[in-house]
């Protein structure tokens, strides 16, 4: 996902996702099913987000039955002409 958010691909961002997922964007958008959250990540790497960087990390994954599971992660964003140096070491925490 990382890879895929850092080419601006929304396809590829989504393909992990099944079409029942449940995934909730930064801002707070609810997104459902993979087509869903491919439209909307799409949608913003064409524009907001547009050249920005991803970083990030899983904490834990924990299957909450044989079918449902759940993902903690932690993400940076770099926005472009942005660096982690710039921002100051506080926003990353």
Sequence with gaps: MIDAWNAGDGEAFAAPFTDEAD??????????????IALFTQRIFDTVMKGSRLEGEVKFVRLLSPVLGMMHSTVRVTLPGQTKTSRGRDQWN
């Design 23 to 36: 995934f909730v964007a930064w801002e707070g958008t609810h997104l459902k099913g993979r087509q869903e």
